[in-house]
T-cell receptor, first 115, second 114 residues
Framework: GAVVSQHPSRVICKSGTSVKIECRSLDFQATTMFWYRQFPKQSLMLMAT?????????EQGVEKDKFLINHASLTLSTLTVTSAHPEDSSFYIC???????????FGPGTRLTVL | AQSVTQPDIHITVSEGASLELRCNYS??????LFWYVQSPGQGLQLLLK??????LVQGIKGFEAEFKRSQSSFNLRKPSVHWSDAAEYFCAVARMDSSYKLIFGSGTRLLVRP
Protein backbone atom coordinates (compact mmCIF):
# COMPACT_ATOMS: atom_id res chain seq x y z
CA GLY A 1 0.00 0.00 0.00
CA ALA A 2 0.88 3.66 -0.02
CA VAL A 3 -0.59 5.38 3.01
CA VAL A 4 -0.17 9.04 3.74
CA SER A 5 -1.35 10.58 6.97
CA GLN A 6 -1.86 14.15 8.06
CA HIS A 7 -2.04 15.62 11.50
CA PRO A 8 -4.10 17.31 12.73
CA SER A 9 -7.24 16.62 10.75
CA ARG A 10 -8.83 19.82 12.00
CA VAL A 11 -7.38 22.86 13.69
CA ILE A 12 -8.89 26.11 14.84
CA CYS A 13 -6.59 28.95 15.76
CA LYS A 14 -6.68 32.63 16.51
CA SER A 15 -5.60 35.23 14.01
CA GLY A 16 -1.89 35.97 14.30
CA THR A 17 -0.84 32.58 15.57
CA SER A 18 1.12 29.93 13.68
CA VAL A 19 -0.09 26.44 12.88
CA LYS A 20 1.96 23.41 11.89
CA ILE A 21 0.55 20.60 9.79
CA GLU A 22 2.39 17.29 9.47
CA CYS A 23 2.36 14.97 6.49
CA ARG A 24 3.76 11.47 6.87
CA SER A 25 4.23 8.61 4.45
CA LEU A 26 3.56 5.60 6.65
CA ASP A 27 4.72 2.65 4.58
CA PHE A 28 7.10 4.09 2.04
CA GLN A 29 9.84 6.63 1.72
CA ALA A 30 8.83 9.76 -0.11
CA THR A 31 11.49 11.67 -1.98
CA THR A 32 8.97 14.27 -2.93
CA MET A 33 5.94 15.62 -1.12
CA PHE A 34 3.48 18.16 -2.40
CA TRP A 35 1.26 20.62 -0.57
CA TYR A 36 -2.10 21.68 -1.95
CA ARG A 37 -4.78 24.07 -0.90
CA GLN A 38 -8.43 23.51 -1.68
CA PHE A 39 -11.16 26.10 -1.34
CA PRO A 40 -14.76 24.96 -0.87
CA LYS A 41 -16.18 23.30 -3.97
CA GLN A 42 -13.03 24.00 -5.93
CA SER A 43 -10.14 22.04 -7.27
CA LEU A 44 -6.75 21.56 -5.68
CA MET A 45 -4.19 24.29 -6.06
CA LEU A 46 -0.57 23.24 -5.80
CA MET A 47 1.26 25.41 -3.30
CA ALA A 48 4.71 23.89 -3.23
CA THR A 49 6.86 20.88 -3.95
CA UNK A 50 9.01 19.59 -1.15
CA UNK A 51 12.10 17.46 -1.72
CA UNK A 52 13.80 15.75 1.16
CA UNK A 53 16.85 17.61 2.33
CA UNK A 54 16.41 20.63 0.10
CA UNK A 55 14.40 23.80 -0.01
CA UNK A 56 10.82 23.66 -1.16
CA UNK A 57 9.83 24.99 -4.55
CA UNK A 58 6.86 27.31 -4.34
CA GLU A 59 4.29 27.96 -7.02
CA GLN A 60 3.83 31.45 -8.33
CA GLY A 61 1.84 33.61 -5.97
CA VAL A 62 2.45 31.50 -2.88
CA GLU A 63 4.22 33.39 -0.11
CA LYS A 64 7.29 31.47 1.05
CA ASP A 65 7.53 33.33 4.34
CA LYS A 66 3.92 32.67 5.16
CA PHE A 67 3.81 28.99 4.26
CA LEU A 68 6.98 27.43 5.61
CA ILE A 69 7.69 23.93 4.38
CA ASN A 70 10.21 21.55 5.85
CA HIS A 71 10.99 18.07 4.54
CA ALA A 72 13.52 16.87 7.07
CA SER A 73 13.17 13.13 6.48
CA LEU A 74 11.99 10.74 3.81
CA THR A 75 8.73 10.19 5.65
CA LEU A 76 7.83 13.61 7.05
CA SER A 77 7.07 17.02 5.64
CA THR A 78 5.58 19.89 7.58
CA LEU A 79 3.68 22.97 6.52
CA THR A 80 3.64 25.89 8.93
CA VAL A 81 1.15 28.65 8.33
CA THR A 82 2.72 31.65 10.02
CA SER A 83 0.77 34.57 11.41
CA ALA A 84 -2.45 33.02 10.20
CA HIS A 85 -5.36 35.19 9.14
CA PRO A 86 -8.97 34.29 8.38
CA GLU A 87 -8.25 34.26 4.65
CA ASP A 88 -5.83 31.39 5.27
CA SER A 89 -8.76 29.23 6.35
CA SER A 90 -8.87 26.36 3.93
CA PHE A 91 -8.44 22.62 3.41
CA TYR A 92 -4.77 21.74 3.11
CA ILE A 93 -3.85 18.43 1.51
CA CYS A 94 -0.46 16.83 1.12
CA UNK A 95 0.66 14.08 -1.20
CA UNK A 96 3.77 11.95 -1.44
CA UNK A 97 5.64 10.25 -4.24
CA UNK A 98 8.02 7.32 -4.00
CA UNK A 99 11.55 7.60 -5.44
CA UNK A 100 11.21 6.95 -9.18
CA UNK A 101 7.47 6.66 -8.65
CA UNK A 102 4.92 8.15 -11.00
CA UNK A 103 1.90 8.42 -8.75
CA UNK A 104 1.04 10.81 -5.94
CA UNK A 105 -0.67 9.38 -2.87
CA PHE A 106 -2.76 11.83 -0.93
CA GLY A 107 -3.28 12.43 2.74
CA PRO A 108 -6.77 12.91 4.19
CA GLY A 109 -6.35 16.67 4.50
CA THR A 110 -6.34 19.22 7.30
CA ARG A 111 -9.16 21.69 7.79
CA LEU A 112 -7.73 24.98 9.06
CA THR A 113 -10.06 27.60 10.50
CA VAL A 114 -8.60 30.91 11.56
CA LEU A 115 -10.81 33.02 13.80
CA ALA B 1 0.31 24.99 -21.70
CA GLN B 2 -1.01 21.92 -20.03
CA SER B 3 -4.59 21.93 -18.88
CA VAL B 4 -7.41 19.63 -17.92
CA THR B 5 -11.06 20.34 -18.53
CA GLN B 6 -13.96 18.63 -16.85
CA PRO B 7 -16.96 20.17 -18.57
CA ASP B 8 -19.58 18.88 -16.16
CA ILE B 9 -19.71 20.57 -12.76
CA HIS B 10 -22.50 18.32 -11.50
CA ILE B 11 -23.92 15.05 -12.69
CA THR B 12 -26.88 13.25 -11.18
CA VAL B 13 -27.59 9.61 -11.93
CA SER B 14 -29.94 7.05 -10.49
CA GLU B 15 -28.52 4.20 -8.49
CA GLY B 16 -27.86 1.29 -10.80
CA ALA B 17 -27.55 3.48 -13.88
CA SER B 18 -24.39 3.80 -15.90
CA LEU B 19 -22.02 6.71 -15.50
CA GLU B 20 -19.61 8.58 -17.71
CA LEU B 21 -17.57 11.54 -16.49
CA ARG B 22 -15.82 13.56 -19.12
CA CYS B 23 -12.23 14.74 -19.10
CA ASN B 24 -10.30 16.52 -21.83
CA TYR B 25 -6.65 17.41 -21.60
CA SER B 26 -4.17 19.57 -23.37
CA UNK B 27 -0.61 18.29 -23.31
CA UNK B 28 2.19 18.35 -25.83
CA UNK B 29 3.51 14.86 -25.33
CA UNK B 30 2.06 11.52 -24.33
CA UNK B 31 0.07 12.34 -21.23
CA UNK B 32 0.12 10.56 -17.92
CA LEU B 33 -3.49 10.68 -16.80
CA PHE B 34 -5.20 10.02 -13.52
CA TRP B 35 -8.65 9.91 -12.01
CA TYR B 36 -9.03 10.60 -8.31
CA VAL B 37 -12.14 10.55 -6.12
CA GLN B 38 -12.69 12.75 -3.10
CA SER B 39 -15.38 12.07 -0.55
CA PRO B 40 -16.61 15.03 1.55
CA GLY B 41 -13.89 16.36 3.81
CA GLN B 42 -11.43 13.72 2.68
CA GLY B 43 -8.23 13.56 0.71
CA LEU B 44 -8.03 12.07 -2.75
CA GLN B 45 -8.07 8.39 -3.57
CA LEU B 46 -6.56 7.14 -6.79
CA LEU B 47 -9.11 5.33 -8.96
CA LEU B 48 -6.92 4.57 -11.95
CA LYS B 49 -4.12 5.84 -14.11
CA UNK B 50 -2.92 5.66 -17.69
CA UNK B 51 0.66 5.86 -18.81
CA UNK B 52 0.86 3.75 -21.94
CA UNK B 53 -0.32 0.52 -23.48
CA UNK B 54 -3.92 -0.60 -23.51
CA UNK B 55 -6.10 2.48 -23.82
CA LEU B 56 -8.85 0.97 -21.68
CA VAL B 57 -7.76 1.09 -18.07
CA GLN B 58 -9.41 -0.74 -15.22
CA GLY B 59 -9.45 0.78 -11.78
CA ILE B 60 -10.78 0.18 -8.32
CA LYS B 61 -14.45 0.12 -7.32
CA GLY B 62 -15.54 -1.04 -10.77
CA PHE B 63 -14.39 2.09 -12.60
CA GLU B 64 -12.70 2.15 -15.96
CA ALA B 65 -11.43 4.88 -18.24
CA GLU B 66 -10.59 5.04 -21.90
CA PHE B 67 -7.78 7.10 -23.34
CA LYS B 68 -8.58 8.52 -26.77
CA ARG B 69 -5.68 10.41 -28.21
CA SER B 70 -7.63 11.66 -31.23
CA GLN B 71 -10.15 13.32 -28.93
CA SER B 72 -7.69 14.27 -26.17
CA SER B 73 -10.04 12.62 -23.75
CA PHE B 74 -9.84 10.30 -20.78
CA ASN B 75 -13.44 9.67 -19.74
CA LEU B 76 -14.30 7.73 -16.62
CA ARG B 77 -17.05 5.13 -16.73
CA LYS B 78 -18.90 2.77 -14.47
CA PRO B 79 -21.62 0.40 -15.66
CA SER B 80 -23.74 0.53 -12.50
CA VAL B 81 -23.48 3.30 -9.95
CA HIS B 82 -23.87 2.68 -6.23
CA TRP B 83 -25.04 5.28 -3.71
CA SER B 84 -21.58 5.20 -2.15
CA ASP B 85 -20.09 6.53 -5.39
CA ALA B 86 -21.49 9.98 -4.64
CA ALA B 87 -18.38 12.16 -4.37
CA GLU B 88 -16.21 14.64 -6.23
CA TYR B 89 -14.17 13.26 -9.10
CA PHE B 90 -11.00 14.86 -10.37
CA CYS B 91 -9.15 14.17 -13.57
CA ALA B 92 -5.46 15.10 -13.63
CA VAL B 93 -2.51 15.09 -15.98
CA ALA B 94 1.04 14.77 -14.74
CA ARG B 95 4.00 16.69 -15.91
CA MET B 96 6.54 13.99 -16.56
CA ASP B 97 9.54 16.16 -15.97
CA SER B 98 11.50 15.98 -12.75
CA SER B 99 8.69 17.69 -10.88
CA TYR B 100 5.91 15.12 -11.46
CA LYS B 101 3.45 17.89 -10.77
CA LEU B 102 -0.23 17.17 -11.22
CA ILE B 103 -2.56 19.52 -13.03
CA PHE B 104 -6.12 18.99 -11.92
CA GLY B 105 -9.39 19.60 -13.61
CA SER B 106 -12.04 21.54 -11.78
CA GLY B 107 -13.85 18.42 -10.68
CA THR B 108 -17.26 16.88 -11.25
CA ARG B 109 -19.62 16.33 -8.36
CA LEU B 110 -21.58 13.11 -8.69
CA LEU B 111 -24.96 12.87 -7.03
CA VAL B 112 -26.74 9.52 -6.87
CA ARG B 113 -30.52 9.31 -6.73
CA PRO B 114 -31.93 6.41 -4.74
Amino acid sequence: GAVVSQHPSRVICKSGTSVKIECRSLDFQATTMFWYRQFPKQSLMLMATSNEGSKATYEQGVEKDKFLINHASLTLSTLTVTSAHPEDSSFYICSARRPLGDTQYFGPGTRLTVL
Amino acid sequence: AQSVTQPDIHITVSEGASLELRCNYSYGATPYLFWYVQSPGQGLQLLLKYFSGDTLVQGIKGFEAEFKRSQSSFNLRKPSVHWSDAAEYFCAVARMDSSYKLIFGSGTRLLVRP
